[in-house]
């Protein structure tokens, strides 16, 4: 099974391995790819893997010295010298991850989506708008945003976020942010494109997701997700993996029609998938 074929959205995948994001601090400090970022990734191909996500892409110019970045046009050639290396590798399926942080200082301030005014959230959707236009252009198979650990989508997604606006409290403020981006992505590339979010088991903060509310506003914020053709849903678990966040997962692949990719669910729990 987990060597076999596999089909969704358009994209066939050689087989089901897929190769999570681990940011390697390969790229250059000004975040160009290099050539051992190339070999890194063109040897996981080989291996055999079907589909590689790679590292978290920055979407700002924001400091964050040794990760990738697509900001700008001038990233492009390098990524695409990236997907076309990878593609050689017969079957191999090539995604990015793209990401979005806010400001956090050295003397310990941290910038909470509270602080936004509206200028900033419609920058952070042009900003992925942009990301996505030069993803395509440099040839990647699929496009999947960061709403995980304290990443900026994530803080808008969870339960912390306290913005009295149309993009804080309920459910639907909460996902409002990646809702919106997906819709322009979605314009901007067609409906064949693979798209997909990559959510939290936990959040591990007191208050934050995976308090009971969370957990039915979860399945809800699935159940939405399925009606848009965002063709993938990924909930990391890993290090954090707890029989918790294994149930959710699993009762995510009986809610969400599209593929689910998960990590940490051990051979008792696969067998027991619907897939
Ligand atoms: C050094 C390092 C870098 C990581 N970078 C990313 C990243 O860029 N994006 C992401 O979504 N997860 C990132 N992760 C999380 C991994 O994708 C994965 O969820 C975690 O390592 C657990 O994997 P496991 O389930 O195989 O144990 C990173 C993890 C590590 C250790």
Not at 19 to 41: C, H, K, M, Q, W
Not at 45 to 73: M, T
Not at 117 to 141: S, T, W
């Amino acid at each position: 099974m987990l060597f076999e074929p596999f089909e969704f959205s358009g994209m066939r995948l050689k087989n089901h391995v897929v190769s999570v994001p681990v940011v390697s601090n390969l790229a250059t400090e000004d975040g160009f790819v290099t050539d051992n970022l190339i070999d890194r990734y063109t040897r996981i191909a080989g291996g055999g893997i079907g589909w590689i996500i790679i590292e978290d892409v920055v979407v700002i110019s924001r400091k964050s010295p040794y990760n990738l970045r697509i900001w700008d046009d001038q990233f492009t050639p390098g990524l695409k010298r990236l997907t076309e290396a990878v593609h050689k590798v017969p079957g191999a399926k090539i995604g990015i991850q793209l990401g979005h942080f806010l400001k956090i200082s050295m003397k310990g301030y941290r910038q909470k989506v509270e602080d936004l005014a509206k200028e900033d959230i419609n920058q952070i959707i042009e900003d992925h708008l942009q990301a996505a236009i030069r993803v395509e252009k440099a040839g990647f198979d699929s496009i999947e945003w960061d709403a995980e650990s304290c990443m900026t989508l994530s803080q808008f997604l969870s339960l912390l976020n306290k913005r009295t606006d149309e993009y804080g409290g309920s459910l639907e403020n909460r996902l409002r942010i990646v809702m919106e981006i997906y819709e322009v992505t979605r314009k901007a590339l067609g409906k064949g494109f693979v798209l997909g979010v990559r959510i939290n088991g936990d959040d591990l903060v007191m208050g934050g997701e995976y308090t009971p509310p969370f957990y039915g506003d979860l399945n809800e914020a699935c159940c939405r997700w399925n009606r848009l053709s965002i063709n993938l849903l990924r909930r990391p678990m890993g290090r954090c993996t707890t029989s918790k966040t294994r149930r959710t997962s699993f009762g995510l692949y009986r809610l969400f029609r599209a593929p689910v990719l998960a990590q940490g669910l051990g051979p008792r729990w696969c067998k027991r998938l619907p897939c």
